[in-house]
């Protein structure tokens, strides 16, 4: 469903299986005003454009439609098919001349009216390299936004410049399942998106160039002119006079004293710095008298660590000096054990030996 601009018309999308239209109502009578069939599966967004006198609609059956309201006839229609895409969404350029539709085959195609004899024609095709799922322009025409509905990009926000030329900027908002719809508000201030993710979200657009003119294309401007009464006309130029004469006096004031003042600003200023510079003197013996401080703590902390660890390498030695002596006691002392062990054996074996003999001689 949508409003026109002028708010006197809303159209509503409805239909069942094989049977889509839109309706267009008068909002203070609920008069229904037209229908329009057209579409063969669901439609997925509509807009108006911005004098009312038209609007267009897309759908998952890849169709763009183009509706004029001076006639209330399906006649009276252009169309643009995209063979094999689901299109998602529409918007209109202030003009009406310009049509930017988004659909499943990531493309943000610029359709381009040809005039009263031709019908509506894909004039540049941009590669979004991502689903796009909702379209919308500020009122200013400044800006186009666009939703993203892609998981591999998540549920972002594209911020087109217009005229457009494939450049973006991008701000995350909702979840991988994608944006449903945008909305501008009607000053141009913020950006309204709702997300498959069951979340609503509101951007406050910061492009001063983008948000609401107060004076909008097709409203009547106000005039330069200002018309006053030759009375206040009287008034003002004696007023002027006056200011006049109150700036030459105090141009004169001013001649005299400024030098008075000139002398007095500058006697200020060097005392000003001279207390500075006493103060900063001060601060700087302060810092001397505490870094001679620090140095001779660290040189007795240095002297304290260094002697610390002369006694510990003196116990560390003498332990070792200890430990090696013990070492070399218990080795000759299982030396010895060793040379005793190694003689008892000799005289085992020669006993052995002599026995062995006897008694090969014997049984011999």
Known sequence: MKFSTGGQYFAAANGSQNNHQIQVFATYTGECKAEFRGHSNKIKSIVWSKDDTSLVSCGMDGFIYVWKMNENSNNNRQDIHTKGVVMNSVAISADSKTLYAVGSDKFLKEIVDGGTNRQYDVNRQYDAQAILGALAFTNSNKLLFAGVS???????????????????????AHDYLGVEALRVTNDDQYLISAGKDGTIIIFE???KEARGMKIREGFTKYADE?????????ELKNTKEALKGTKKELQSQTQQFSLSAKDEQIKQLKEKQRTFLEAEQAKYSNLENTIKELQQEHMKLVEAQKKKYEEELAEIESINQKKTRDKVSEYEAQKKIQEEKREEYREKISEMISKHNEEVRRLE
Not at 158 to 169: E, T
Not at 226 to 234: G, S, W
């Open 150 to 172: 892609d998981e591999k990009f998540g549920g972002a926000i594209r911020c087109y410049k217009y005229p457009i030329i494939g450049n973006y900027s991008e701000y995350q």
């Open 205 to 207: 657009i910061k492009d």
């Open 226 to 234: 200002i018309f006053v009464t030759k009375r206040d006309m009287e």
